[in-house]
């Protein structure tokens, strides 16, 4: 596609379980962000991939929470054992990070909501 | 650390008025300086991108600015319409690659 896509748009799950949460980036983007936005709030910075590294995961609010990154391409943030707190929209935005990338812009997915009951 | 302040934090308007919304930054040392907006339950569209070694950019009815000295971005929204209520944000790139975020001014234009 031409944009980025998130899935599931939205995930409702008890308290305790675990969720995946899927973002396609566009097409020869190698950056690639987690932000979180809770209700009412800025957007929380989670992690970031160039290419399949995670040089900067200093945003995970805690080690139940982890992501990865296959192929240069698609990428996957879970949750383990989900709390309350965690219910929020979890925003994707993919970039050209490759030489000079540094002033491309940002283009986001319309996020996944998830409510943990 | 990077800091971003968006003021006025919301507004409301009647259709028609010419608007400014203002972004400020403490590190001045940015590669570019993105405005989005998002509308209720959707992700972040792009507005304009202003990259360091610019002034200003344009896009229809929209004109950001730029001045990096003063770490100041300003978003000039001209003869406002009900379809431009949203939440807009401001975003600044540096050097760690990680865009930093200010909390958005939330708008309402009202017919």
């Known amino acids: 596609g031409a944009g980025v896509s998130q899935s599931p748009s939205n995930k409702v799950t008890e308290k305790g379980k675990d969720v995946e949460l899927r973002c396609d980036p566009i097409?020869?983007?190698?950056?690639l962000y987690w932000y979180r936005q809770s209700l009412g709030q800025g957007l929380e910075f989670l992690i970031y991939?160039?290419?399949?590294?995670?040089?900067?995961k200093s945003g995970l609010p805690s080690d139940r929470f982890s992501a990865e990154r296959t192929g240069g391409s698609v990428s996957t943030l879970t949750i383990q054992r989900t709390q309350q707190e965690d219910s929020a929209v979890y925003l994707c935005?993919?970039?050209?990070?490759?030489?000079?990338?540094?002033?491309?812009?940002?283009?986001f997915g319309n996020g996944t909501r998830l409510t943990v009951t | 650390k990077q800091e971003v302040t968006q003021i006025p934090a919301a507004l409301s308007v009647p259709e028609g008025e010419n608007l400014v919304l203002n972004c400020s930054f403490t590190?001045?040392?940015?590669?570019?300086l993105q405005w989005f907006r998002q509308d209720p339950g959707k992700g972040l569209t792009s507005l304009l991108l202003?990259?360091?070694?610019?002034r200003e950019q344009t896009s229809g009815r929209l004109n950001a600015s730029l001045d990096k000295s003063s770490g100041r971005s300003t978003l000039y929204i001209a003869a406002s319409q009900p379809g431009d209520s949203a939440t807009y944000l401001c975003?600044?790139?540096?050097?760690?690659?990680?865009?930093?975020f200010g909390r958005g001014t939330s708008l309402i234009v009202h017919p």
């Open positions: 935005a993919s970039s050209w990070g490759g030489t000079g990338g540094k002033g491309s812009p940002l283009h």
């Open positions: 097409s020869g983007h190698t950056a």
């Open positions: 991939f160039q290419g399949n590294s995670a040089p900067d």
């Open positions: 590190d001045s040392a940015i590669y570019n």
């Open positions: 202003i990259q360091s070694s610019q």
């Open positions: 975003a600044v790139g540096g050097g760690s690659y990680i865009p930093t």
